[in-house]
């Protein structure tokens, strides 16, 4: 067993604080929206220029207008602002957005993302995720321990880099890690999914890790 999509999502959400300015990334921290703790309140935004992002909508009340940087359907809250992708980036280099939860496609040991484009593969871009790396306080990612059966931690990344030593927290389907990107600590287990084991982890880890006692 180990935890489902939701189920990284909803932990994903407990690294929410009040009053945070939160961007999600495509995939599956979209989902992250729907587990937003109780009594917390935090601002989702969005690099195509929305602020306040609401619930995903009901069936039938969609405004094609109304998208976030997937491209998927949002709505709008009484508190929602809209501005140029230009003054969203400025926020986001300017280091005004205080957590980004993103998808990866391989994380080191050291806090190396890999998470825009596989060579070979046609790609539209590498949207606002290097900018996101580069300008947000905290950066978590969140994505499946495995691709294929192959390990997507890694002692290196083999896939272009997003950016270097940004990770600070990674979340898969088998567990949760603190990475310490200063290079001194490494990646540190600290949390076992449910019906995951320390085995499991072991046989799917390239990269080194110590874990938490």
Known sequence: MSWTRDQMAERAAQELCDGFYVNLGIGIPTLV?????EGIGVQL????????????PYEGEEDP???N????TVTELPTTSF????????MIRGGHINLSILGAMQVAENGDLANWMIPGKMVKGM???????????????????TAKGKP????????????????????????????DKSGDGGMTLVEL????????????TEAAYSVRR
């Open 33 to 37: 929206s729907n587990y937003i703790p």
């Open 45 to 56: 935004q969005s690099e195509n220029g929305m602020l306040g992002m609401g619930p995903f």
């Open 65 to 67: 207008d109304l998208i």
């Open 69 to 72: 940087a997937g491209k998927q």
């Open 83 to 90: 501005f140029s992708s230009a003054d969203s980036f400025a």
């Open 127 to 145: 949207g606002g995720a290097m900018d996101l790396v580069a300008g947000v306080k905290r950066v978590v990612v969140v994505m499946e321990h």
């Open 152 to 179: 997507k931690l890694l002692k290196r990344c083999t896939l272009p880099l997003t950016g270097t030593r940004v990770v600070d927290l990674l979340i898969t389907d088998l567990g949760v890690f603190e990475i």
């Open 193 to 204: 999914a449910d019906g995951a084991t320390l085995k499991e982890i072991a046989e799917n």
